[in-house]
C-alpha cells in the first residue's frame, strides 16, 4: 500500500473500459493510486486484475446517476487513500439515433441523468476533498458539444452541459481545485472494453485520411491529455475545454 502522505490519488468514472480504462492505466504508471468507479461489476473486476500489477487501485461499482452511489465511490477512494488529489468525470452513456419526435422523455432523462448530473454529482461529493488536497477536475465531454449528427439531441445536450458546467465549477472552486474538461473525437475504444466485448475494428484509409494528423483516435490520446491536465505543469489552466479530435472539428467539408 502507498504512502498516504505523498502518493497522488485518483477517482476515474468509467474507468473500468475505453477512455476511462487508459486514463486509470495511465495514472498508474505514473504512480499515483487509482479508484475505478464503473456501473459494469464484470469490467471492474477484470480491470482490477490488469491494474494490480501496474500499480495501487481499488474499484467500486457505481451508476453515477445515483447519489448515493457517488459517495459510496468517492468515501471509498478516499478510505482506500487516506486522500483525493484528482477526480475524472468520465462516465457516460452514447446516443441512440432516435428522431426528436420519437424520443422519449425516459430516454432523454437517463442520458441527462449519467452524462450530465452524473458528472455534476461527482463534481459535488469530490469538491471537499479536492479542496483538501489543491487538487484538478477533469471533465469528458465530447466534440457533439459543438458539433452535430442528426437525432443526438440528448447526447449533445449533455455533452454541451458538460462543457458548460466546468467553467462554472472552474470559476466556483478556485483558486483551491482547477476544473477542466477534454472533448474528445473520434476514439477507437474497441480494443479497451471488457474481454467479451473487445473488437479490433478494421479502420480503412479514409477512416485515418479525414483526420488531419492522419489517423483515428486512440484512448491513450485522451489519457495522455488528461495526465498533463491533472499534472503541476497545468497549474495555470483552468476552466478550458480541450478538443482532442485529430482536428476534426477545424476542417472544412463540402459536399462534392
Given at each position: 500500500?502507498?504512502?498516504?502522505?505523498?502518493?497522488?490519488?485518483?477517482?476515474?468514472?468509467?474507468?473500468?473500459?475505453?477512455?476511462?480504462?487508459a486514463?486509470?492505466?495511465?495514472?498508474?504508471?505514473?504512480?499515483?493510486?487509482?479508484?475505478?468507479?464503473?456501473?459494469?461489476?464484470?469490467?471492474?473486476?477484470?480491470?482490477?486484475?490488469?491494474?494490480?500489477?501496474?500499480?495501487?487501485?481499488?474499484?467500486?461499482?457505481?451508476?453515477?446517476?445515483?447519489?448515493?452511489?457517488?459517495?459510496?465511490?468517492?468515501?471509498?477512494?478516499?478510505?482506500?487513500?487516506?486522500?483525493?488529489?484528482?477526480?475524472?468525470?468520465?462516465?457516460?452513456?452514447?446516443?441512440?439515433?432516435?428522431?426528436?419526435?420519437?424520443?422519449?422523455?425516459?430516454?432523454?432523462?437517463?442520458?441527462?441523468?449519467v452524462?450530465?448530473?452524473?458528472?455534476?454529482?461527482?463534481?459535488?461529493?469530490?469538491?471537499?476533498?479536492?479542496?483538501?488536497?489543491?487538487?484538478?477536475?477533469?471533465?469528458?465531454?465530447s466534440?457533439?458539444?459543438?458539433?452535430?449528427?442528426?437525432?443526438?439531441?440528448?447526447?449533445?445536450?449533455?455533452?454541451?452541459?458538460?462543457?458548460?458546467?466546468?467553467?462554472?465549477?472552474?470559476?466556483?472552486?478556485?483558486?483551491?481545485?482547477r476544473?477542466?474538461?477534454?472533448?474528445?473525437?473520434?476514439?477507437?475504444?474497441?480494443?479497451?472494453?471488457?474481454?467479451?466485448?473487445?473488437?479490433?475494428?478494421?479502420?480503412?484509409?479514409?477512416?485515418?485520411?479525414?483526420?488531419?494528423?492522419?489517423?483515428?483516435?486512440?484512448?491513450?490520446?485522451?489519457?495522455d491529455?488528461?495526465?498533463?491536465?491533472?499534472?503541476?505543469?497545468?497549474?495555470?489552466?483552468?476552466?478550458?475545454?480541450?478538443?482532442?479530435?485529430?482536428?476534426?472539428?477545424?476542417?472544412?467539408?463540402?459536399?462534392?
Amino acid at each position: 500500500m502507498p504512502d498516504k502522505k505523498t502518493v497522488r490519488a485518483a477517482l476515474v468514472t468509467g474507468g473500468a473500459q475505453g477512455i476511462g480504462r487508459a486514463i486509470a492505466e495511465r495514472f498508474l504508471c505514473d504512480g499515483m493510486a487509482v479508484l475505478i468507479a464503473d456501473a459494469d461489476g464484470e469490467a471492474c473486476e477484470e480491470s482490477m486484475t490488469a491494474f494490480s500489477r501496474i500499480g495501487y487501485a481499488a474499484a467500486a461499482v457505481c451508476d453515477v446517476s445515483i447519489e448515493e452511489d457517488v459517495q459510496q465511490a468517492v468515501s471509498r477512494a478516499v478510505n482506500a487513500f487516506g486522500r483525493l488529489d484528482v477526480l475524472v468525470a468520465n462516465a457516460g452513456i452514447g446516443f441512440s439515433g432516435v428522431p426528436v419526435t420519437e424520443l422519449s422523455l425516459d430516454e432523454w432523462q437517463r442520458v441527462i441523468n449519467v452524462n450530465l448530473t452524473g458528472c455534476f454529482l461527482c463534481a459535488k461529493h469530490a469538491t471537499p476533498h479536492l479542496r483538501q488536497a489543491r487538487g484538478s477536475m477533469i471533465t469528458i465531454a465530447s466534440t457533439r458539444a459543438v458539433q452535430s449528427e442528426p437525432d443526438t439531441e440528448a447526447y449533445a445536450a449533455s455533452k454541451g452541459g458538460i462543457a458548460a458546467l466546468t467553467h462554472a465549477l472552474a470559476v466556483s472552486l478556485g483558486p483551491e481545485i482547477r476544473v477542466n474538461c477534454i472533448s474528445p473525437g473520434w476514439i477507437e475504444t474497441g480494443a479497451w472494453q471488457k474481454r467479451k466485448n473487445r473488437t479490433d475494428p478494421e479502420l480503412t484509409w479514409t477512416d485515418h485520411a479525414q483526420h488531419p494528423v492522419g489517423r483515428v483516435g486512440d484512448p491513450r490520446d485522451v489519457a495522455d491529455l488528461c495526465a498533463f491536465l491533472a499534472s503541476d505543469e497545468a497549474g495555470f489552466i483552468t476552466g478550458q475545454n480541450f478538443i482532442a479530435d485529430g482536428g476534426m472539428t477545424r476542417k472544412m467539408i463540402y459536399a462534392e
